[in-house]
């Protein structure tokens, strides 16, 4: 009934001779039209704009009748509508589907509910003959009040058809009303803390919550003993009826998701801790009661602060492992959906990460817990892919426009505002008294003080231009003007306050102290962040911020007793007289820096010109220093500027180190008598060093030798440098895997670190529980290649499997297979993605392999392959590409298609090897790609066809002896390299140089690569491929051996599983 009218404005936006609107640019009249793509509101508005059932059973307005709810029992149950089952989207082959022990208590073989288009919810609704008519009854006088007759909701979702569907384009909108990511947080964050530290009136955790997992037969440890229930039942059972019976208190075992109170303690002095920048959020403090350890009162902006910054930091070092690990997910995923930009690739990784959150919190909290708002977020990433990222489509940015307190704390939301509004009341300057002071003319108390000079004239303040002024702000106290405080005007060319537009009539200032006598007044504007309650006097307000009448401002000047003695300096706009040679130079204090702002800095102005040098005033007489307005007023040299000194680019002087002072003001004469007795001192690496005067010459600092070491220590030094590049063990240690024991000799494990000790760590224990499972699967990890990059995405590509014995090769520097150079390769070109790497591309090397083009028709699909990565990146000057000739031999080819050249990185020195297909494949490619992408810069014709120069005999860095059959290691340098050097390497002549210089170096520098190469794929193995928030990440659990043996064969590796003797086998390869 309310939306009628809406709707029929929107009817007249969107019908086709549109709406007359006057284009001030142009000086005309066009059609308007416009439509209403989408609406935000918190989660009960939405069952309201909707008229869908946004409570109980099918309380998801996404899931609808496929809602997945369950009901706890009513006493001594919660008695609450959980919402729990998000399993549902998870894989089919993931192995928590039938891990109901971990969970609820049953398994889930169902997949995640199918979402119903417009047109389906539309012929829907058309068809609902029972479908209650839009408003209110209305009844005569003196009837009586009928109830109005409540039909039963459509499918349990619809209660009535909403206004809306009546808008032509309403049904072919993916979302016409979005989830609130506001409130959703809100809620989470409240829900979450409430359960953390326990509070009585908000924790989801307690008796009744510990009686549904004894219902349910889940999680006995947490269960309450069944002999304090049996005493509970007969209490109960003795008392009277209808006589409210205390709950007895109950013994709660501890939980994982649960601080102790020493956690609580730890948790609370962290947040005591937190220092925010000024106008970031809400003091965290002001919501916090340490003694009851409680929260409360904390805002939606408060909120979004805690769960995305602060709670991830302040539960480091408490809690388990695992449940810290998982809350911390929780936070980044309120954090990377609430950017202002987020990249389309990781969509789909963001819905798989908030599935498993969803997942592990299920396993660590109560079922109370998983109330509607924490399900919706399981649909949040829906609504980003549809209308991007959240705060295009976030009620923070509508809460904004409420009330018109522009001083009012972020966390309100007056933060965000995407256009003007109407100027605040209480900004607007004069004489009169604000609405923030406690009454029009207070009465206070006040010591005689000088004689009040009045504030500037406007002119004078308009005039300003300086990034800080000092000045002297004035309040009306009994009837008069007074000096009540010293501060300095910030910025005054900048006009936006906190995002806003400025009045003409106020300042941006910031208060240095309050005078004596007035430090209980209240000033006319409170700074923003302020406490509405409790506002901020005069005494409080040093170092803040905030907006001051511009006819309540003094400028001090440079004579007077009631001139500033602030740190803030300003140019002079004064002349100044001629400085006496004989009068004492005082420094002046140091300069305060301006707050900083948001904002665009404001232009400098040019320096006025000063015909002479300032004069220092007299020195005060003895009585003058215990007044406490008496201000120096003695310019610097900083704050003159003279005819034949350039004027400075910057105007900051905010000080970054302690040692970073001003500098005395030199003599020009010393200065160039000084230059020339500096000479340079080939003992300190052209350190300055001065011979002053006549006297004798420094001499140099004698180099403080270090003890000797005894033949023990230079002994263990020179065994640590050999093994820290992991390449001078024994050939006779263990050259073969064994399956279960360490990859490395027991020394060289301990010095291992970082995520080379956790791979290696991590190997082995699986191996172990291989050895010890009766059906094991295969020894490896599954990398899982991304989507939208470029990459060979189809089966059986779509996978990469990299073996324990491929690790096993890694760590001890042998022959790489093509499955890690294929994981290095995508681990690099999605770095080249990322950083937006203009100049070169790498493309994924799973058909570059002579085993798989040596056949025409699979000579074809590569050549599609290099064809369409070459129209992808058509930008791209060079495009690397590792050729295997072997599945354990690798060469990088550099193609410039826009020159029509190839050059081929081999560093092989005795093995020639093939390269007739690949040529013929590059070829092909390159015709194909100048048929669609037009002419090239450099094009040669052979038969018919383009062909590439191919340039095999490169001098790029070639193997030693001691490296013979590292191709792979060399192939990874050399693309490292071109990603250090991109912008100078694309041309030959630069290539050559580049790779003739590292020829150069002595082997034991280039063997220094190999350690950083080690540590770089044992990183992407822990952070990409095994991290579930990594780039590559699979799932849990790995695919079906069949599918491993099929995948493998596909991939043509035909490599065996089987181990040392002594060590169990694995199945044998698949026979066909």
């Known amino acids: 009934m309310y939306l009628e009218l809406l ?138 009040k009928k109830k109005k007759a409540t039909a039963t909701p459509l499918i349990g979702v619809w209660k009535r058809r909403s206004v809306f569907w009546d808008l032509p384009y309403w049904k072919i909108l993916d979302t016409p009303h979005c989830l609130d990511v506001m409130h959703i947080t809100k809620n989470v964050c409240e829900s979450l803390l409430g359960t953390l530290l326990n509070m009585p009136d908000r924790t989801k955790d307690g008796p009744k919550a510990r009686h549904d997992l004894k219902v349910l037969g889940i999680r006995e440890e947490l269960q309450i003993p069944a002999a304090q229930e049996g005493q509970s039942e007969e209490e109960a059972d003795g008392g009277q009826k209808r006589k409210r019976i205390k709950q007895p208190d109950y013994y709660c075992p501890p939980s994982c998701f649960t601080f102790s109170p020493a956690e609580v303690d730890q948790f609370f002095n962290c947040l005591l801790g937190v220092r925010v920048p000024f106008g970031y959020s809400g003091l965290i403090s002001r919501y916090m009661d340490p003694k009851k350890r409680n929260f409360s009162g904390m805002k939606s902006h408060d909120c979004h602060v805690m769960m995305t910054q602060i709670l991830p930091v302040a539960i480091r070092g408490i809690m388990d492992d695992h449940v810290r690990a998982t809350l911390t997910g929780l936070c980044n995923f309120f954090d990377v959906i609430t950017r202002k930009s987020i990249s389309v690739k990781k969509l789909a990784r963001l819905q798989e990460e908030i599935v498993v959150i969803l ?35 976030n009620m923070m940015q509508v809460v904004s426009f409420d009330g018109s307190n522009s001083m009012a704390p972020p966390s309100a939301g007056n933060d965000n505002v995407i256009m003007e509004t109407p100027p605040a009341a209480g900004n607007v300057a004069g004489a009169r008294d604000s609405p923030s002071m406690p009454g029009s003319s207070p009465s206070v108390t006040c010591t005689p003080a000088a004689a009040c000079a009045g504030p500037s004239t406007l002119a004078e303040l308009n005039a300003l231009t300086a990034l800080s002024t000092p000045c002297t702000f004035l309040m009306r106290v009994n009837g008069e003007l007074k000096d009540v405080a010293r501060g300095s005007i910030l910025r005054p060319l900048d006009k936006k306050w906190h995002t806003r537009d400025m009045e003409d009539d106020v300042y941006r200032v910031e208060v240095d102290r309050a005078l004596p006598g007035y430090e209980d007044l209240f000033p006319p504007n409170q700074p923003h962040g302020a406490d509405d309650e409790d506002p901020l006097n005069l005494a409080s307000l040093k170092g803040w911020v905030l907006l001051w009448p511009k006819t309540l401002i003094r400028i001090n000047t440079y004579s007077g007793s009631t001139a500033s003695k602030d740190k803030h300096l300003a140019a002079p706009q004064v002349s100044v007289p001629p400085r006496q040679p004989a009068a004492p130079v005082v420094s002046a204090p140091p300069q305060r820096p301006a707050a900083q702002e948001v904002s665009a800095p404001p232009q400098r102005p040019a320096a006025p010109v000063v015909s002479a040098p300032p004069q220092q005033p007299a020195a005060p007489e003895a009585e003058e220093y215990e007044r406490d307005d008496f201000q120096w007023d003695i310019p610097t040299s900083s704050q003159v500027v003279h005819e034949d000194q350039p004027a400075s ?314 490296d013979n059959g590292m191709d792979a290691w060399y192939a990874i340098l050399q693309m490292q390299e071109y990603i250090k050097y991109a912008d100078d390497m694309l041309l030959p002549e630069s290539l050559r140089e580049r790779f003739l210089n590292m020829a150069d170096a002595p082997d034991r520098e280039i063997r220094k690569n190999w350690g950083r190469i080690q540590q770089f794929i044992c990183t992407v193995i822990v952070h990409d491929v095994n991290n579930r928030s990594g780039e590559f990440f699979y799932g849990y659990g790995l695919p079906p051996n069949d599918e491993i043996e099929l995948r493998l064969e596909m991939s043509r590796d035909e490599r065996p599983f089987n181990t040392l003797e002594g060590c169990r086998p694995f199945p044998p390869r698949r026979t066909t």
């Open 7 to 144: 709707k029929e404005e929107l009817e007249t936006l969107w019908a086709e001779e549109g709406v007359d609107t006057w284009d001030a640019v142009a000086e005309e009249y066009f059609p308007l039209r416009a439509a209403l793509i989408t609406t935000v509101q918190d989660y009960l508005g939405y069952g309201y704009i909707s008229c869908q059932v946004c409570h109980g059973h099918k309380a998801c307005v996404r899931c609808m009748e496929e809602t997945m709810f369950l009901q706890l029992g009513k006493d001594p149950g919660s008695s609450k509508t959980v919402y729990m089952g998000h399993r549902r989207w998870l894989q089919k082959t993931d192995p928590w589907r039938k891990r109901g022990d971990l969970f609820d208590g049953t398994n889930e073989p169902r997949g995640p509910p199918r979402k119903k288009s417009g047109e389906e919810i539309d012929t829907l609704l058309k068809g609902w003959k029972e479908c209650p008519p839009p408003g209110k009854i209305r009844q005569k006088p003196g009837e009586k």
């Open 359 to 393: 997942c592990e919190l299920e396993m660590y909290f109560p079922p109370a817990f998983f109330d509607v708002m924490v399900h919706l977020l399981v649909h949040i990433m829906d609504d980003i892919v549809s209308l991007g990222p959240a705060f295009l489509h």
């Open 649 to 962: 680019k910057y105007g900051c002087s905010k000080k970054l180190f302690d040692s970073q002072e001003t500098a005395e003001e030199e003599n020009p004469e010393e200065v160039a008598a000084a230059a020339v007795k500096k000479m340079l001192s080939p003992n300190t690496l052209r350190a300055t060093v001065t011979a002053v005067g006549d006297g004798p010459v420094l001499q140099p600092k004698k180099r403080k030798r270090p003890a000797k070491k005894d033949a023990k220590d230079k002994a263990a030094a020179k065994d640590k440098d050999k093994v820290a590049l992991l390449d001078k063990l024994p050939n006779n240690w263990r050259p073969l895997h064994h399956l279960g024991e360490p990859m490395l000799p027991e020394h060289v494990l301990k010095l291992l670190t970082g995520d080379m000790a956790s791979l290696h760590n991590q190997v082995q224990y699986l191996e172990r529980q291989l050895l010890k499972s009766k059906n094991p699967s295969y020894p490896l990890f599954v990398a899982k290649v991304p989507t939208g990059m470029n990459f060979v995405e189809k089966y059986p590509a779509d996978l990469c499997f990299i073996r324990f014995n491929d690790i096993f090769s890694i760590y001890r520097m042998q022959m790489l297979h093509f499955s890690v150079v294929r994981l290095v390769a995508l681990s690099l070109s999605s770095q080249i993605v990322k950083e937006g790497t203009p100049t070169i591309a790498i493309m994924d090397p799973f058909y570059m392999r002579e085993s798989i083009i040596c056949n025409a028709g699979d000579r074809a699909i590569a050549t599609r392959q290099v064809e369409d990565f070459m129209l992808a990146n058509i930008k791209k000057g060079a495009i690397l590409i590792p050729y295997f000739p072997e599945d354990m031999y690798c060469t990088l080819i550099v193609v410039h298609p826009q020159h029509s050249h190839a050059v081929y990185l081999d560093s092989g020195r005795d093995k020639k090897k093939d390269y007739t297909n690949i040529k013929a494949l590059l070829n092909d490619a390159l015709t194909g790609f100048a048929n669609k992408a037009g002419p090239l810069k450099v094009e040669r014709k052979s038969r018919g066809g383009l062909v590439l120069t191919h340039t095999t005999n490169f001098p790029c860095l070639r193997q030693s002896n001691e």
